[in-house]
T-cell receptor
Framework: EAQVTQNPRYLITVTGKKLTVTCSQNMNHEYMSWYRQDPGLGLRQIYY???????DKGDVPEGYKVSRKEKRNFPLILESPSPNQTSLYFCASSERPSPYNEQFFGPGTRLTVL | AQSVSQHNHHVILSEAASLELGCNYSYGGTVNLFWYVQYPGQHLQLLLK??????LVKGIKGFEAEFIKSKFSFNLRKPSVQWSDTAEYFC???????????FGTGTRLKVLA
């Protein structure tokens, strides 16, 4: 089944403890992206990647890192999480970085930073 | 600065009522526009998109949207809503030639049976 998977789905952690949220797609998509969703603010793009080893900042990249060493994986790294990073995170992918190609979203990861 | 605005945050309708959700954008050049829907407990999925051509675009599940350049708007419409349309709806934009997406704040639609 074609899908975008994220792990973990739920995570509670403490301030300063490094964490990684994994994202994987099995559709051979070039474009992958991370968003955070907060009440009243909608979805905001954190980072995106046009292909392996090509990443760029979205609107809210502060406090996050990403890497794209393989086409299928695009992990989101929080080196020193803070409470303002408590949010619902979505990974998405599309065949190409183009409006002609639909973005497919993962199920979301709900992160709480205490 | 580039932005996408949705002014209706919560909408409550009865079944069979007509729906129009507002979306306004602000981009310096050509823009591609999208509407996504998030049903309760499900992933976001694409309803429809516009990048050029006919300004009236039709999507899945009977939704349509009209791109009005003079008003910087891309409103979502459905002539008759159903209870199953209860969801959160997001408008999004992508500047032509860029890889960044900007989403609106979303509109929560509740349809009463």
């Amino acid at each position: 089944e074609a899908q975008v998977t994220q792990n973990p789905r739920y995570l509670i952690t403490v301030t300063g403890k490094k964490l990684t949220v994994t994202c994987s797609q099995n559709m051979n998509h070039e474009y992958m992206s991370w968003y955070r969703q907060d009440p009243g603010l909608g979805l905001r793009q954190i980072y995106y990647s046009m292909n392996v080893e090509v990443t760029d900042k979205g609107d809210v990249p502060e406090g996050y890192k990403v890497s794209r060493k393989e086409k299928r994986n695009f992990p989101l790294i929080l080196e020193s999480p803070s409470p303002n990073q408590t949010s619902l995170y979505f990974c998405a992918s599309s065949e190409r970085p183009s409006p002609y190609n639909e973005q497919f979203f993962g199920p979301g990861t709900r992160l709480t930073v205490l | 600065a580039q932005s996408v605005s949705q002014h209706n945050h919560h909408v409550i309708l009865s079944e069979a009522a007509s729906l129009e959700l507002g979306c306004n954008y602000s981009y310096g050049g050509t823009v591609n526009l999208f509407w996504y829907v998030q049903y309760p407990g499900q992933h976001l999925q694409l309803l429809l998109k516009y990048f050029s051509g006919d300004p009236l675009v039709k999507g899945i599940k009977g939704f349509e949207a009209e791109f009005i350049k003079s008003k910087f708007s891309f409103n979502l419409r459905k002539p008759s809503v159903q209870w199953s349309d209860t969801a959160e709806y997001f408008c999004a934009g992508q500047g032509s030639g860029t890889y960044k997406y900007i989403f609106g704040t979303g509109t929560r639609l509740k349809v009463l049976a």
